[in-house]
């Protein structure tokens, strides 16, 4: 059984920083990438962030400069540093993984259940 538990959710001010974790946990044989995607009341899911087991990141155009996704991979969790936040950065983060569990080797997406970022103006 594979885990992940995302925090460091909560209600934050206009101009802001937060930084949310996500901890994978269970029978992991190893994980590739690690992301976060966001989904706004309304909204689709989009993607905010994803890094490489080696370490390479990809951001949405639009958060560029403001949020920075690392990884600690002896802890298999995933960070996601959040700065100069704004009301529409308010949204459901979800932790996504590409993992190979030991009992299915094939890798395979796994989810967090979400922490909700509320900023406020």
């Known amino acids: 059984q594979v885990q992940l538990v995302e925090s460091g959710g909560g209600l934050v001010q206009a101009g802001g920083s937060l930084r949310l974790s996500c901890a994978a946990s269970?029978?992991?044989?190893?994980?590739?990438?690690m992301g976060w995607y966001r989904q706004a009341p309304g909204k689709q899911r989009e993607l905010v962030a994803v890094i490489t087991s080696g370490g390479r990141s990809n951001y949405a155009d639009s958060l560029k400069g403001r949020f920075t996704i690392s990884r600690d991979n002896a802890k298999n969790t995933v960070y996601l540093q959040m700065n100069s936040l704004k009301p529409e950065d308010t949204a459901v983060y979800y932790c996504n993984a590409l993992i190979s569990a030991i009992a299915t080797p094939i890798p395979r997406q796994y989810w967090g259940q979400g922490t909700q970022l509320t900023v406020s103006s």
């Open positions: 269970g029978s992991i044989r190893s994980i590739n990438a």
